[in-house]
């Protein structure tokens, strides 16, 4: 975007510009109005992302809109909390599209993303966890990361998670998805020395208010190291751990 | 309370107490009236406690009289959530009493309660937690148990606490202390066999909220075998600990 | 465990075992890995307790297959918030399992625990609250306890629980469950000088925001000598108590 | 006000009134403005009640201009929520007022009202509840009510409470004052068969939350024929005690 | 209950009856034991209530036992929270039980109460409120109470409420019913000089937050002489105003 | 109102009004009873509203009866919250009346309200808001206002929003509509110098908690100008937007 | 800022301004920047606010450094939540800065506006909500607007503001203030076809819940036309008024 | 850690270490046990940190304690929430210990980490969010970070911000510091590609009930690659920052 803007003023400086035309070529840049959606263009470009799109609360309609237009474009797609409907119509527009149903996610996977990057390690306390945590692994993944699971070592058991401590410190980054008491979190945030995302879950009953325990938890550890997303956010963890792990040259933009 | 029932409904059988006499009887027996307080006389002889004085909330005037009283009784007397002002009215009329400032307590110890009991072991997160921790040993120890200390052991650091797991499983009974996000229960609760008694504390800042989260971490304890008493409730872990420490065929109300 | 780390440790040092090969031993030892679950072969071993799967978040399937592996073990099995579709799916694995309606729970009773312990008492304030208190009781039972029900003696009509002080005290423990207001807890916690495990219910409505009401009550009972769980957590107060029920000479874990 | 209304609208119908003047007279009637408050002079006649001034966040001068009007006036007054500042602001004005530190209260009880009215009963569960519970019945009294107090009858100890059944029971209204788990509305809303009103103290710690837990519980009491009023609000059930406690014939405004 | 035990105790004076059987009698007398439920036979001779069943988390089937059980008593049936189900399950025992299906009660109206009492006013703030009022205009009929409704009378179109003062003046008890929030008992409570019940309802929308924000607003009425009950319990404001409204010569339990 | 009043006096004073008849007129005057409802005919006299009814927790039967009664007027009608079973209903009396699906709303417009006006803007952070949205859109355009929509402009991609600075700042009023964090509202507060009205929604999930999340940030909104409205609350920003751009010589009532 | 954008843009076209120049010139405009704060220079120019300080949380030396770069400028200054010490270090820059202790305002008023507006009405419940009141009177005054005072009218007592109807309805825009229960927003709203700006205040105790309660029924209020802002947030309800009571032809920025 | 393991396994094999001694060194290993705390001494080796106490709820005493301690070792050491006094036991002991009073931090920086590492960029929402943001700044630096500050850049002038873009995209992980609504989060979060930890602040008012707030919005935040600490957290943010901008060669723990 800084180079479109040099350009679009070194056009003006040029004479080959005009004001006006100058002021409208800065307005039009960055996105496609689909009138009730405006699609940034230039997400994929400034921040390497595939495009995203949250299904909840859209209707299917709208969902295929955005994919009509989408499937114009060569990007990478990833389309999260949608159900098979959602998918059917995604289907009609783009045949290749995958569903998985744990995650509840529509993967479009048009061209790797080959990086040389740290493994991402993803850690469930619980079978009951594991949609969130699937829904973190699809996200890295389609983001070019190489991420390996570690499924159901919650605290309660805490030799379990002890017994694949080598698997936690080869990790460059670690998500961490629990329920009930969130506990694992701050457990591994005092094992490892790299980043951990703690992402809660609603997973249990009573008391744990849909997901407030683990959320309340996760952000009062005792461990350092441990940013926290929103509960059963999947998708967040795992594109703020691809982020992390993305190569540090790359990082200013374009 | 059972036998007084039977003696007086025999009395009153046999002819030697009249109907509103036993009725009068009945009504009179099982506390001191101070007018702003009832005094339960009954209560050691049903529970094998100290007699308890909760002071917060309390004015030193209204402790003051409540000790007149139990002064003419040979009872254990333990004050809670005492200030200095407190504790010098309390020693004008009992001298030998000793105050512990960091859990707060007066304690007047008459007469050792020997038993032949397990150990009850206080597990604490962080120094911070100490003088909850502090009121949970004094509240065991007057009433004849024998407890013993492990502190400083939160979950950010979990080898500090594996390495004393020996201490942890000769325990008849735990409690554990913990602020922040109380995961120190759930790990605690993997690795016993005994009751674990948690006790969250309004240690932390922020997203604590005055101890909710360690609160609500401790109710869902993934871990099986923990029961929760109310934040910062030293005195009902050590209590509920006793409780639970004492001989079983002890158990029935006298 | 301990035993076991003795033996590996003594096999390295009597050189019939190589270090990686100690290493290993001490990761695989104590879970099963099906990957999307690690069953705790041990804990029973442990702990005295049935296997127990929490069926809530979990898929029919998941289910499935953790119960074909217990299968092969001669453990008791208690798969609790089960629904019929899976106890269907249990069915076909192991035909002899049974199922509890009222308490979703399925029970697979392979020998029975003998055992010489003082009875559990589980206390109901209502009608509402069976399907929990239930819960309770099947989980105290399968651990090999004797278990009394004294059920819908809310604190409204005092004089229904007042009626039965006697079965109360000859409890060595007891077990409250109550909704609403929740006050229950602390009229029985006054009662008996036996701990109580109190049992807040999400039943009820209004201003009762979903067991919070009875939570509070239970957590900030003037009594002493209460311990709580989670809302509607039958389950863990039955194993509770069966903990404190146990034989205190074998509190050490083998 | 009825008459008054008849009143003005005969004058206007005779010709005394103009309309204008008419329009004027409606609405200066009901109150005197002092600019930052307007006393509502009727409503001692429309209500029986003493007027009331709540002193929290005013200024002592505040309440000392306010008291300046009401001494032109011969009612009794009661200030609530009163320091000893505002006390001495109040004793310049009018000398025979007295202050109760307890409820923190001044009360200016110039005519006696003499009325054959039921008894009213105040219960409160514990010492440390007295503030509230005496704020109810100064309340009370001033409304010419027969107050009886009964405290320090949590329902820890049910005996004491139900050594008093007789009191309970000759009671015309009951109020209930109780912090903790206030788990004694419940209890004496079984036991009596009058309105009972329940005021839940911010009595406690922990996840009582500044008397939520109390409040909690009272909303959920499955007694039946309580009605509960805000936390602490002592001078609110005095009141409303009153107000149920009044001749019936007397219901119908002037 | 007082002539029971007085009856009881003098039959041991005079030797007709034996200790055991006394105490055994104490037991027995006051309520019928179903096991999953027991019923209260003399609530109605101490309260002057109809039975009540609360039908929310019975099954239809538990109903049905209570009911035959009543079906042999000669008292009034209210059953609240009832759906049709329920309605079919209690006709086929007592088929001239009737249905109200706006307030989801059934009624079993054996014998009419005639009480010379006053009037009670139900006041509703809006049409969306109504079965709430319903609710607690059945609860106070059934218990022999002239009951006059004034609905849809919110505070937003305060001419509403201000054309029907007679109405309100007239009543020795209101009870306002009101969602969204709430203010409507604040209004009320300042036009009238007798008791004012509140019940807060879940009518309304986003930050209404399930009846919270109506609750909130009662508890805090700044007018006197309002007490609360919970959320949508139109049945307990209509069972406290008729206890309210009964001849207080009454008062007294036999 | 006014003049009616002054009407009504004027004839008392001619004397071609009795008293009582007076009293009687000011009572009925104001609107109309249909028992169950009280239907506000003056409102649009009174506010230049439409009539509006909420349809959320009414029956269609109650609906149709309300439209019967305004179908004798001349009004403009809105009806909200409603689903397509109450539309059937509503079509039967007024078959020209119109559905929109998207924002739930029922719309007959009888007559046009062309006023001169400045433009109202509705801006929404993202597709899932635009029931909310669309809601605000029909309500200020059926009193008369041209709307210009702006959706899909989230401040995660903030220059979306800043490439259309020019349409907020031609708005004399803007509704802000938005769910998740509800940033949006204090940015576009920023932008403008005229009123910000600012709607939360409950899109999104987890820690959102229904639209708490969006509610409080909008409360707090670090820009000045904001008002905030109830959560979906799409009508209420409509209408309140219609009032401030209405031409201020006519704000007195009539 | 259009007009100084447009120059810069047609400066680098003409020549006379270089890019790099141009994006530096672009960078600089719009504040001063003091390290621990950025002064927003036109914001006066682009909203006609005075410049505004909020002094809470900020170091009297922070205020003073602040304040000593205005004195510069030749704008009124407006400095909110300040206490004597932060006064006391603006009137040794600017000596003829007023404090007013009820709402903690200084004002320093350099140049009137005279502006041609309507009335902006500020309405209060009680006497303890006169400070925020009165910040939202000095904030309106300070932009220009005549501004009246409806003091302690709050609804207990209706016919005090009823009595003041004609006030309300000559305003152009109504502020009501009123913590404990805050129905005053919904009365006033039902009166008045005026946007009402609604401010919650903390006044009150127990489940008021520090504003809680009154913020969530002005949320839900029945009337339409409110807008909400922060608890005790007077400040904001004055501006919010101000903008709209704004010459409607002044709404582009310049 | 590995390292000291199978040194220690090792020294076993080759007979020069006991089984019982192996025990005994694989206990004494990781912590300095002081009795109330245990210090990690191979935390730093372990995770490259500095020690760090949290001086919040400890006495004065026990810092100087651990102070003591720590003084025999080389490490660098960071004590927050340190008040004056805690400052002087310290420096008592270190006299080169420096005080910050405004984030209350006492660093002791004795060997410097020169690292070559990508910048860290704070960023403030106001002048009130310094010694929060300030907390962050000084635990990057002594980890060894290059830091800049980018202060008072709220989203109500969103030109500060934007005019600051290419320090942000420099960054390679950027704090965001933020009370009130917390929106600058998802701004930024926009505006980067790199890592963004946000950090609420309970800087606010009202219904920011001490920064939760901003806290939700921080959670709920519509930009991707946000994770968020604890409220008023701004050392976890620091720490975090620095971890994630470590050289990632190194994160496989020694």
Not at 150 to 177: E, F, Q, S, T, W
Not at 196 to 204: E, L, M, N, W
Not at 226 to 245: Q, T
């Amino acid at each position: 975007m800084k180079e479109d803007l040099k350009h679009i003023l070194k056009s003006i400086q040029a004479g080959t510009l005009s004001v006006e035309d100058g002021m409208e070529a800065l307005k039009d840049l960055p996105f496609k109005d689909l009138g009730f959606a405006k699609i940034d263009n230039h997400r994929e470009l400034r921040q390497n992302y595939p495009e995203v799109i949250f299904c909840q609360n859209k209707t299917p309609q709208q969902v295929k809109e955005i994919i009509n237009y989408l499937a114009t474009q060569s990007v990478n797609i990833l389309a999260s909390r949608a159900n098979d409907e959602v998918y059917q119509a995604v289907k009609e527009v783009i045949p290749e599209a995958e569903y998985h149903p744990l995650p509840r996610m529509i993967v479009v996977n048009r061209h790797t993303i080959n990086q040389n990057k740290g493994k991402i390690v993803v850690v469930s306390a619980g079978t009951a966890d594991l949609p969130v945590a699937e829904e973190a692994v699809l996200t890295a993944e389609i983001m070019g990361n190489k991420v390996e699971r570690l499924y159901d070592v919650g605290v309660a058991g805490i030799h379990r998670l002890l017994a694949h401590k080598d698997i936690l410190r080869k990790a460059n980054v670690v998500i961490v998805v629990a329920g009930m008491e969130g506990a694992l979190a701050s457990v591994v945030g005092g094992l490892v020395s790299r980043p951990v995302i703690a992402v809660p879950t609603s997973v249990g009953y009573g008391a744990n208010f849909n997901g407030l325990s683990a959320l309340l938890s996760m952000l009062n550890s005792c461990a350092a190291g441990v940013g926290v997303v929103n509960i059963d956010n999947g998708f967040g963890a795992g594109r703020l751990a691809a982020i992390i792990n993305e190569d540090q040259e790359n990082n200013e933009v374009k």
